[in-house]
């Protein structure tokens, strides 16, 4: 783990026997609506409803996930970012629509940094470069190498317009100064299927999307995006030690509320969140999933967003991606 990781941790597992239930005296007193701005049944709705069965068991709150997918999660963050602040419409906000589209879109209906109050971040997945067992490149060096002979020719798919995954090939082609054809996809099961197919030549994927293809290997990884590796593929270097310093792209999740959040709910939540993701069956399943457990401060998790809303913003002007 990193430093950061490595603080969350250790203030996770610090909580973990003094989970001293930090909500208020009068907080809360009716079920608390989660809002995961995306469908049922991805990643962080996964990642959700784990966070929301493990509050309803451990602390009896009763807490509702509310699925509210739509403009690449700003329909869901845009109505928590409207609601009452008093700590019962919370939301599972993540790398996108915290930090990416606010540069995306020509306009946003809410401003991540001044409408909602960060409250505890939860885990990050970091996207995995990975080709098809038959292919040449049996490193990141390989493929830098034959994209600088051949400029042009190699394709990279992503699961869609900027994603995490697209903003990796992205950052990857700056880094290492060549020319590779993006091609956008609809989701990762298409992205996956043309890879195999070798329509495509690489694809920059979610930890999630690849581990049951890496697993049946019919893939391999050629590099991680986190800054350590991951412990379900520890073989896999990161793309920072093949060259690449301080390479680091990642779909992080965490708790956000309305502006102005009550100081002792922030405190009551963050408290509880951080101590179900020190439980070791609750890392065991987000570590089995591809993700990283990570937990900590609100103020930890505000330094996070505001960094990731600076970096991936200057990415996208700099390369002049729009969503038309």
């Known amino acids: 783990m990193d430093r950061r990781q490595l603080l969350h941790a250790a203030l996770a597992a610090a909580l973990v026997p003094t989970v001293a239930r ?34 309803t068991v451990l602390d009896k709150w009763q807490v509702i996930v509310d699925n509210r997918p739509g403009a690449a999660g700003n329909i869901g963050l845009d109505l928590v970012a409207k609601a009452r602040p008093d700590g019962y419409t919370l939301a599972m906000a993540q790398t996108s629509n915290m930090a990416i589209n ?33 292919s040449p ?37 700056r880094a290492a100064g060549i020319d590779m054809m993006q091609v956008p996809y609809k989701g990762a099961g298409p992205a996956m299927t043309d890879l195999l197919g070798g329509q495509v030549d690489t694809y920059f994927g979610s930890a999630a999307s690849v581990m049951p293809q890496l697993q049946a290997k019919k893939i391999r990884s050629l590099g991680v995006t986190s800054t350590r590796r991951l412990p379900g593929l520890p073989d896999v270097p990161t793309v920072a030690e093949q060259g690449y310093p301080d390479f680091e792209a990642t ?17 009551a939540v963050n408290t509880a969140v ?32 505001q960094r990731e809303h600076a ?3 200057k990415l996208i002007r700099d390369a002049k991606i729009k969503v038309e």
């Open 22 to 55: 930090a909500q208020s005296a009068d907080w809360p007193k009716s079920p608390i609506k989660l809002v995961v701005p995306f469908p049922p049944g991805g990643g962080t709705d996964t990642v959700s409803r784990l966070v929301a069965e493990k509050l």
């Open 102 to 134: 606010p540069a995306l879109y020509a306009s946003m209906p809410f401003d991540p940094l001044k409408d909602l109050t960060p409250i505890v971040e939860v885990c990050a997945q970091p996207v995995v470069l990975v080709v098809r067992n038959e």
């Open 137 to 173: 490149f049996k490193s990141l060096g390989d493929l830098v190498q034959a994209a600088k002979r051949e400029p042009g020719k190699y394709t990279v798919a992503q699961a869609g317009l900027g994603t995490v995954g697209h903003l990796a090939g992205e950052m990857l082609v």
């Open 251 to 267: 779909t992080w999740l965490g708790l956000v509320g309305p502006a102005g959040l009550p100081a002792s709910v922030v405190a």
């Open 274 to 305: 951080n101590a179900v993701v020190a439980r070791q069956e609750v890392q065991d399943r987000l570590l089995a999933e591809g993700n990283q457990p990570l937990g900590g401060t609100a103020q930890a998790f505000a330094q996070v967003i």
């Open 311 to 313: 970096k991936w913003g």
